[in-house]
């Protein structure tokens, strides 16, 4: 089956890094996007990695060694406004589609 | 450029009755997601909708069904409606092509009583 794998939960407090982990078990993997959810609101897209390496984004980077099945998500200098959940998902090629593949969300918790 | 529109954006029905969510893409948009969110369940996907055609389909029953318009606006449809079926209906639309990011609506608050 496709699975991805990521910390239901994290905490950090302001001004820090945090890396959140994503794994991922798919066949036809296509790319890795990470979207942002704030309470009631929408997810917003955040960034996308179809090669290995990083892709930085202001405060936000991401990550993805293919080989490993393996991505992540880095935020600078946390402001208490990053609280929110962050989902990965992974795109895959399945015959003739293309589908998402969701994990089920890091719920990101940024103290004072 | 406006955004996403789902519409209503709250829902109160009872177990039986059937219900018909809305979504209106961004301007050019072509592909239409549908995904149920409910807590500790994360997104799951209901279905794809590509120029009228649906693309690609989740693992729910028939009871979910859907359809997109010729102005890619599409609607969703869930009928006999049960308890568990209480839930957040987002729809996210791209340009449907290669790697284009999904834009989110705000979603639809179904409750099921």
């Known amino acids: 089956g496709q699975s991805l794998e990521q910390p239901s939960e994290v905490t950090a407090v302001e001004g820090a890094i945090v890396q959140i982990n994503c794994t991922y078990q798919?066949?036809?993997?296509?790319?890795l996007s990470w979207y942002q959810q704030h309470d009631g609101g929408a997810p917003t897209f955040l960034s996308y990695n179809a090669l290995d390496g990083l892709e930085e984004t202001g405060r936000f980077s991401s990550f993805l060694s293919r080989s490993d099945s393996y991505g992540y998500l880095l935020l600078q200098e946390l402001q208490m406004k990053d609280s929110a959940s962050y989902f990965c998902a992974v795109r895959v090629i399945a015959g003739n589609n293309r589908k998402l593949i969701w994990g089920l969300g890091t719920s990101l918790a940024v103290n004072p | 450029k406006a955004g996403v529109t789902q519409t209503p954006r709250y829902l109160i029905k009872t177990r039986g009755q059937q219900v018909t969510l809305s979504c209106s893409p961004i301007s050019g948009h072509r592909s239409v997601s549908w995904y149920q969110q409910t807590p500790g369940q994360g997104l799951q996907f209901l279905f794809e909708y590509f120029s009228e055609t649906q693309r690609n389909k989740g693992n729910f029953p028939g009871r979910f069904s859907g359809r997109q318009f010729s102005n890619s606006r599409s609607e969703m449809n869930v009928s006999t409606l049960e308890l568990g079926d209480s839930a957040l209906y987002l729809c996210?639309?791209?340009?449907?092509?290669?790697?284009?990011?999904?834009?989110f609506g705000n979603g639809t608050r179904l409750t099921v009583t």
């Open positions: 798919t066949s036809g993997f296509y790319g």
């Open positions: 996210a639309t791209s340009m449907g092509t290669g790697d284009s990011p999904l834009h």
